[in-house]
């Protein structure tokens, strides 16, 4: 089994979480969701298991 991280992109984010790009963006500038890492100067992602933590916190509440 590979042990690398996965890497979400945007894209996979809005499809897995049903929320807008734009949506999404709020919630990082409000800090209410994990900051994307930076994968090069011009790309982002969001490792799989940051967002799984935020999903099971927000289940929490």
């Given at each position: 089994?590979?042990?690398?991280?996965?890497v979400?992109?945007?894209?996979?984010l809005?499809?897995?979480?049903?929320?807008?790009?734009?949506?999404?963006?709020?919630?990082?500038?409000?800090?209410a969701?994990?900051?994307?890492?930076?994968?090069?100067p011009?790309?982002?992602?969001?490792?799989?298991?940051?967002?799984?933590?935020?999903?099971?916190?927000r289940?929490?509440?």
């Amino acid at each position: 089994m590979n042990n690398e991280p996965l890497v979400l992109k945007v894209s996979d984010l809005v499809a897995m979480l049903g929320l807008s790009r734009t949506t999404l963006y709020r919630l990082i500038a409000a800090k209410a969701f994990p900051k994307p890492v930076n994968l090069s100067p011009r790309r982002v992602g969001w490792l799989a298991a940051t967002v799984d933590d935020w999903l099971t916190a927000r289940s929490k509440k």
